[in-house]
């Protein structure tokens, strides 16, 4: 016994390096995710599984941009810039085995265990992104192609004037064709809007004025009608001619006459076709709002506001949260108007905000002139304060716009187009100055903030900007419960570094927030509850400080966009329920830079991917 123990103990240092050695051998070259016993994979596996999986993710991004010539011309790629995308049914079909395919191989020639972090999020990343687009095919004739907000008919227009330039004679003579092509994009779009109309999904009859007000703006003006100021298209293309120096006057003349000849030719008549649609379905048209009349229209419902709130809620749980949030704003509102000695109760001060001259400019064009220019400096004041904020910022620019003429009596109050990833193009930051009533001054601090910085434009160009991640997460605008989300706490964020000093303007953040709060209840009515427009519209009035206008607005938004208004304040929540996490773990060692990091560098997630971000963030720094 006294032999075994001596020999015992001689070796069991030796064991005990051996033992050491192995552990560090795994611990460093193995994958780190797994016990240190039990991993399959070492650093080399993992490096090689990786490589495999983001070639894969560049093959299929790659494939995605030769299916849309109109997301290359987004992204400053010019090969495909002559042609529109394809709308057709054939089209459509293809996409979804396409989707079916991609996600086959992902699953079953990709083994997750054996990635890096980054391509195991953009692994999950892609595999969601297809299983929505999957569940949706069945429900793609549920919606409305040609609508008030963001239909074919303005958005083909509004594309040509935002993403495609014109430097040379080529980039005109494509301008052209693509003009040319409008009769064939027509027509697959009246293709769509006549397959819809067998299901049932046809707009409620309030709204066709609208649309029909806007094709006949999209080819009124000259040179189609001598006399009246210049025609949208032909103004912009002949504003594109006269910013490249090496077109002398007579080549203008010629490409400027071909232009009014693709209009006369091509362009009135195939909006004429559309115009003469709309206005025999308009007979046809009943009043019902909600998704409800459709077949299948609850099922669709249920699977927009998961889509949209990145969340398993119910339409009721919905509801209830949103009348919940009314009563605490309303509360905090409340605060507020106590500070400003105002005498009255709340209803008495929303019409106060809504009768004041004080908060509106004129709706003239010096009006709209400043408001534009004040909407800019708050962008650049809050631009100077980032890094408070951010470890990192976009390099890209934002500009302010007024929305174009031909679309302003029926767009939104505002919203966000990114910029070109080459520079070539800003960010802009939308206003609807139709109406200055829409868009107070008391509310112009948010919305800046919401559409421009540290809203949109820092949260969408910044994701583009990050080279380390894969095209498809680059680009991306799914997840809107993110996308809004982050929009909405953004307006917040402000006020917490010293914004807001007016308590008007801070009562507008929380009017801004109040409606967003609205938003969950009046879409969850219509489309599960069977309001009608106008219980909608009163439910508006009554409970914010909005214009008359403003209320219509919207509910004729939540009719065209089921569900999407749910992203906004579960998104906000949630984003904001994960830093008091982050702040409760990690008390001095947390710093809102890098948190912020943490919610922006992996571009737009679900929201279950980012609560999982978030918690490694707090066991890394905790560690």
Same mark, same amino acid.
């Given at each position: 016994?006294?032999?075994?123990?001596?020999?015992?103990?001689?070796?069991?240092?030796? %064991?005990?390096?051996?033992?050491?050695?192995?552990?560090?051998?795994?611990?460093?070259?193995?994958?780190?995710?797994?016990?240190?016993?039990?991993g399959?994979?070492?650093?080399?596996?993992?490096?090689?599984?990786?490589?495999?999986?983001?070639?894969?993710?560049?093959?299929?991004?790659?494939?995605?941009?030769?299916?849309?010539? @109109?997301l290359?011309?987004s992204?400053?790629?010019?090969?495909?810039?002559?042609?529109?995308?394809?709308?057709?049914?054939?089209?459509?079909?293809?996409?979804?085995?396409?989707?079916?395919?991609?996600?086959?191989?992902?699953?079953?020639?990709?083994?997750?265990?054996?990635l890096?972090?980054?391509?195991?999020?953009?692994?999950?990343?892609? =595999?969601?992104?297809?299983e929505?687009?999957i569940?949706?095919?069945?429900?793609?004739?549920?919606?409305?192609?040609?609508?008030?907000?963001?239909?074919?008919?303005t958005?083909?227009i509004?594309?040509l004037i935002?993403?495609?330039p014109?430097?040379?004679?080529?980039?005109?003579?494509d301008?052209?064709?693509?003009?040319?092509?409008?009769?064939?994009?027509? /027509?697959?779009i009246?293709?769509?809007?006549?397959?819809?109309?067998?299901?049932?999904a046809?707009p409620?009859?309030?709204?066709?004025?609208?649309?029909?007000d806007?094709?006949?703006?999209?080819?009124?003006?000259?040179?189609l009608?001598?006399?009246?100021k210049?025609?949208?298209?032909?103004?912009?293309?002949e504003?594109?001619?006269?910013?490249?120096?090496?077109?002398?006057?007579?080549?203008?003349?010629?490409?400027?006459?071909?232009?009014?000849?693709?209009?006369?030719?091509?362009?009135l008549?195939?909006?004429?076709?559309?115009?003469?649609?709309?206005?025999?379905?308009?007979?046809?048209?009943i009043?019902?709002?909600?998704?409800?009349?459709?077949?299948?229209?609850?099922?669709?419902?249920?699977?927009?506001?998961?889509?949209?709130?990145?969340?398993?809620?119910?339409?009721?749980?919905?509801?209830?949260?949103?009348?919940?949030?009314?009563?605490?704003? @309303?509360? =905090?509102?409340?605060?507020?108007?106590?500070?400003?000695?105002?005498?009255?109760?709340?209803?008495?001060?929303?019409? %106060?905000?809504?009768?004041?001259?004080?908060?509106?400019?004129?709706?003239?064009?010096?009006?709209?002139? =400043?408001?534009l220019?004040?909407?800019?400096?708050?962008?650049?004041?809050?631009?100077l304060?980032?890094p408070?904020? %951010?470890?990192?910022?976009?390099?890209?620019?934002?500009?302010?716009?007024?929305?174009?003429s031909?679309?302003?009596?029926?767009?939104?109050?505002? %919203?966000?187009?990114?910029?070109?990833?080459?520079?070539?193009?800003?960010?802009?930051?939308?206003?609807?100055?139709?109406?200055m009533?829409?868009v107070?001054?008391?509310q112009?601090?948010?919305?800046?903030?919401?559409?421009?910085?540290?809203?949109?434009?820092?949260?969408?160009?910044?994701?583009?900007?990050?080279? /380390?991640l894969?095209?498809?997460?680059?680009?991306s605008?799914?997840?809107?419960?993110?996308?809004?989300?982050?929009?909405?706490?953004?307006?917040?964020?402000?006020?917490?570094?010293?914004f807001?000093k007016?308590?008007?303007?801070?009562?507008?953040?929380?009017?801004?927030?109040?409606?967003?709060a609205?938003?969950?209840?009046?879409?969850v009515?219509?489309?599960?509850?069977?309001?009608?427009?106008?219980?909608?519209?009163?439910?508006?009035?009554?409970?914010?400080?909005?214009?008359?206008?403003?209320?219509?607005?919207?509910?004729?938004?939540?009719?065209?966009?089921?569900?999407?208004?749910?992203?906004?304040?579960?998104?906000?929540?949630?984003?904001?329920?994960?830093?008091?996490?982050?702040?409760?773990?990690?008390?001095?060692k947390?710093?809102?830079?890098d948190?912020?990091?943490?919610?922006?560098?992996?571009g737009?997630?679900?929201?279950?991917?980012?609560e999982?971000?978030?918690?490694e963030?707090?066991k890394?720094?905790?560690?």
């Amino acid at each position: 016994m006294n032999n075994f123990i001596k020999i015992t103990i001689r070796i069991l240092p030796v %064991f005990a390096i051996l033992v050491l050695a192995y552990v560090l051998y795994l611990n460093y070259y193995g994958d780190r995710s797994q016990n240190w016993f039990g991993g399959r994979y070492s650093k080399a596996d993992i490096i090689v599984e990786s490589k495999k999986a983001n070639a894969f993710f560049e093959r299929y991004y790659d494939t995605v941009l030769t299916m849309s010539p @109109q997301l290359q011309s987004s992204l400053g790629i010019k090969t495909q810039q002559d042609k529109w995308d394809d709308l057709s049914e054939e089209a459509a079909q293809k996409r979804y085995e396409f989707n079916l395919k991609n996600l086959k191989y992902l699953q079953d020639s990709l083994r997750t265990e054996g990635l890096d972090s980054t391509t195991s999020i953009s692994f999950l990343l892609l =595999e969601k992104q297809l299983e929505q687009e999957i569940e949706g095919f069945k429900y793609r004739h549920f919606d409305y192609p040609v609508n008030q907000m963001h239909g074919l008919h303005t958005e083909s227009i509004s594309f040509l004037i935002n993403s495609h330039p014109i430097d040379n004679e080529k980039d005109a003579l494509d301008y052209l064709k693509r003009l040319n092509g409008l009769d064939l994009r027509i /027509n697959q779009i009246l293709e769509q809007l006549q397959l819809r109309e067998a299901t049932g999904a046809i707009p409620p009859r309030f709204l066709f004025p609208k649309l029909i007000d806007d094709c006949v703006n999209i080819v009124s003006g000259a040179p189609l009608n001598p006399g009246l100021k210049k025609n949208v298209i032909y103004e912009d293309f002949e504003n594109k001619l006269n910013r490249v120096a090496d077109f002398d006057s007579n080549r203008k003349k010629i490409l400027l006459d071909n232009c009014k000849a693709v209009l006369q030719n091509t362009v009135l008549p195939a909006y004429g076709r559309l115009i003469n649609y709309l206005r025999n379905t308009e007979t046809k048209a009943i009043s019902a709002p909600g998704l409800w009349k459709m077949k299948e229209g609850e099922e669709c419902y249920a699977f927009r506001l998961k889509e949209q709130s990145s969340s398993d809620l119910s339409p009721e749980a919905i509801y209830d949260l949103g009348n919940d949030e009314i009563q605490r704003i @309303q509360s =905090e509102m409340g605060d507020i108007i106590k500070k400003l000695n105002f005498r009255g109760d709340l209803q008495e001060f929303f019409k %106060f905000m809504r009768e004041s001259q004080q908060f509106y400019y004129p709706n003239s064009p010096a009006g709209k002139a =400043e408001y534009l220019k004040k909407a800019t400096a708050i962008i650049d004041s809050m631009r100077l304060q980032l890094p408070k904020l %951010f470890n990192i910022m976009p390099k890209a620019a934002i500009t302010v716009k007024a929305v174009e003429s031909y679309r302003e009596m029926s767009a939104g109050k505002a %919203f966000y187009e990114v910029p070109a990833p080459d520079g070539s193009r800003p960010g802009h930051y939308y206003v609807n100055t139709f109406d200055m009533r829409i868009v107070p001054k008391y509310q112009m601090e948010a919305l800046a903030y919401h559409e421009g910085i540290p809203g949109h434009h820092l949260q969408l160009a910044l994701a583009q900007e990050m080279t /380390n991640l894969p095209r498809f997460r680059r680009y991306s605008q799914d997840y809107n419960a993110y996308v809004e989300g982050w929009g909405l706490y953004a307006e917040l964020l402000p006020k917490e570094i010293g914004f807001y000093k007016d308590p008007y303007s801070d009562f507008g953040r929380l009017a801004m927030e109040l409606w967003r709060a609205c938003r969950l209840v009046v879409d969850v009515g219509i489309h599960s509850k069977r309001w009608t427009r106008e219980q909608a519209i009163q439910f508006y009035k009554n409970n914010t400080p909005n214009s008359e206008a403003d209320c219509i607005k919207m509910v004729d938004r939540h009719i065209v966009m089921p569900g999407q208004a749910a992203a906004y304040k579960i998104g906000m929540m949630a984003i904001l329920e994960f830093r008091e996490k982050s702040k409760k773990e990690l008390g001095d060692k947390f710093d809102i830079r890098d948190f912020h990091d943490v919610v922006l560098k992996n571009g737009a997630v679900p929201l279950s991917v980012l609560e999982d971000l978030v918690m490694e963030y707090i066991k890394n720094n905790k560690r």
